[in-house]
């Protein structure tokens, strides 16, 4: 029997890296992170293999073209995707697998996986995650429209998702999440 997969998604300062963590510590879901692999230069806080899988844009075309990510995307000139045997390693040990993608990652790993739990997490209200967004963002203009745009972009489709998970606080919307991964 293969392992769960759950998928987590939201616009960008939802608060997904809370609730994720959250997930994570919780031994009665044994998930494991899926490592994204990625063309972002590392940061001096990062760890290759631990936080992401960092490559060359040319090792990261190879492998779409070699089909081996269940899904891929760009953002702000950088590529982003998860490592299909990765995920499909983890599922054969019996491991359920926490994969965190933007909005348009889901269709393609809902092919690859059907029966993988979606979830995406909206703010209360789209005011706070627009000040959310400029708190975190504010010193860089480029970035801050930038997320601003996605984020207004991946809140128009989150009505494609099955789970809706609304982020008043991070424990309640974690508590949330866990049960309807427990009810399977």
Not at 21 to 29: C, N, S, V
Not at 131 to 155: G, N, P
């Amino acid at each position: 029997m293969a392992g769960t997969v759950v998928v987590l998604s939201g616009a960008s300062s939802v608060g997904k890296g809370k609730i994720r963590d959250l997930l994570l510590k919780d031994e009665d879901l044994n998930l494991i992170y899926a490592i994204s692999l990625t063309t972002r230069p590392k940061k001096d806080n990062e760890v290759d293999g631990s936080d992401y899988y960092f490559t060359d844009t040319k090792s990261f075309a190879q492998a779409i073209k070699e089909k081996q990510l269940l899904e891929y995307t760009e953002f702000n000139g950088y590529y982003y995707g998860t490592p299909k045997a990765q995920v499909e390693f983890l599922r054969s040990q019996n491991k359920n697998v926490l994969i965190e993608v933007d909005a348009q990652g889901v269709g393609p790993i809902k092919l690859n996986i059907p029966d993988a739990i979606c979830f995406f997490v909206v703010p209360e209200k789209i005011e706070d995650l627009e000040a959310a967004i400029y708190e975190k963002y504010k010193d860089d203009s480029a970035s801050l429209k930038l997320r601003l745009h996605k984020a207004k972009m991946e809140m128009e489709i989150s009505s494609l998702f099955n789970n809706l998970i609304e982020n008043k606080d991070a424990q309640a919307a974690y508590k949330q999440i866990k049960n309807i991964i427990l009810k399977g």
